[in-house]
């Protein structure tokens, strides 16, 4: 029995030997040398990157013409508004020292108001007695009515300072500010409560809110004067958006600035692009962009991966495997690249073996 089973071990240490060899022997016959890339046809874009944001082209920046406070806010970030929505209610808040001129100024023109009234009815009947000249008639009627437009001036400060209303030039002023123009609130500056300095011809006044038009938006970005010589007006782009990586969205480069900038130790020109098509989902101003700006672009024409192309003295060369296995360096002319395939004009043809060597390993040296 114990002889039977010794026969048994050797038979199975026999087998298990031969599978290891056939094994070996068979993954050694399927190695048939380095790997290969055919040669195909496609497409070969040549692009130049701007990198920046999307914001929209007509922007507005709402201010008062009244000094106050905010009484109230009508609408929110993010609301659409038309020309003629209330925005803002400015509560007047004048100083006790400029209500007291604005009424002084009402009382002083009163009386001026006052002594041309009577200067005038006095003129007016030795006028109809035909005593004085028609010209000092003339006279005394101008008096009197700057008398009556700077009474009426007086109190419209007046009224202002008091109530925030009053009618100018038969056109009504109030302390509502309103819109004027179609477009989204972008940014809110102000809370309700807070102090309104007024816009005037001396200072620029406070920044209550920003309105945009968001349905025309354009891509503004940098682009590396490595790149900017190929550049011109009307030239097609291609966005990508970080925040909706799937949607398309294309564009019109319409402006390169004549100036450059440096920013962290690069020379980088400004670039404008128009968006023709947002896609599907709104973009929304703010979103950080890229803008691949397109150069030139072929298509159906033979490409290999530029790692598989060696170059020396300005010669690019290839190793090509034919049907039968061998291996041999062939010559090739090259056009458009974009960084990760090459354009092959000359010496190979479509369905054609390159060649793809693995890595040199780096060894470590004592």
């Known amino acids: 029995m114990v002889k039977k089973i010794s026969i048994i071990t050797v038979i199975l240490i026999v087998v298990v030997g031969a599978v290891f060899l056939f094994a070996r022997d068979g993954s050694a ?23 920046g944001r999307i914001d929209p082209k007509r922007q507005i920046s709402v ?25 803002f ?28 009234k009577l200067q005038m009815d006095r003129k007016s009947s030795l006028k109809d007695k035909q005593l004085i000249s028609n010209q000092e008639w003339e006279v ?53 409560g807070d102090p309104v300095v007024p816009l005037t011809t001396y200072q620029a006044g406070t920044d209550l809110m920003t309105i945009a038009y968001m349905e025309d938006l354009i891509f503004k970005g940098n682009v590396d004067e490595i790149d900017v010589g190929k ?34 130790g690069s020379t980088l020109f400004e ?8 896609g599907d989902k709104p973009l929304r101003a703010g979103y950080s962009a890229n803008a691949n ?21 300005s010669v690019s060369t290839v190793e090509v495997k034919d049907s039968l296995g061998q291996i041999a360096t062939r010559t090739i002319k090259t ?7 090459l354009e092959v004009t000359e010496g190979l043809k479509e369905g054609e073996k390159i060649v793809e060597r693995p890595p040199k390993e780096i060894k470590a040296t004592d």
């Not at 380095?34 to 990198?51: E, R, Y």
């Not at 400015?90 to 400029?98: F, H, K, N, Q, R």
């Not at 670039?271 to 947002?278: T, Y």
């Not at 056009?335 to 395939?341: P, V």
């Open 271 to 278: 670039v404008e692009i128009q968006i023709a098509n947002i």
């Open 335 to 341: 056009g458009l690249s974009d960084g990760i395939n």
């Open 293 to 313: 700006i397109i150069i030139t672009k072929k298509d159906s024409v033979l490409v290999v991966p530029e790692r598989l192309v060696k170059v020396a003295d």
């Open 89 to 116: 209610t400015i509560a007047p808040d004048p100083t006790p020292l400029e209500f007291a001129e604005a009424k002084r100024q009402v009382e002083l023109a009163q009386v001026t108001f006052d002594n041309q």
């Open 231 to 264: 550049l011109y007006e009307g030239m097609p782009v291609e966005i990508e958006v970080g925040a909706i990586p799937n949607q398309k969205i294309t564009g019109t480069l319409i402006k390169v600035s004549p100036k450059a900038h440096k920013e962290e």
């Open 140 to 192: 005394q009627k101008s008096q009197f009515e700057e008398a009556g437009l700077r009474l009426k001036l007086a109190r419209e400060k007046l009224a202002l300072i008091e109530t925030g209303h009053t009618e100018e030039a038969d056109r009504q002023v109030d302390n509502v500010i309103k819109s004027t123009v179609n477009g989204t609130v972008l940014t809110l500056a102000v809370e309700e």
């Open 63 to 87: 201010k008062s013409k009244l000094a106050g406070i905010i009484k109230k806010t009508h609408v929110e970030i993010g609301d659409r508004v038309k020309v003629g929505d209330p925005l």
């Open 29 to 51: 016959k399927k190695d048939d040398g380095p790997k290969t890339v055919a040669v195909a046809k496609g497409s070969i874009v040549d692009k130049a990157l701007a990198v």
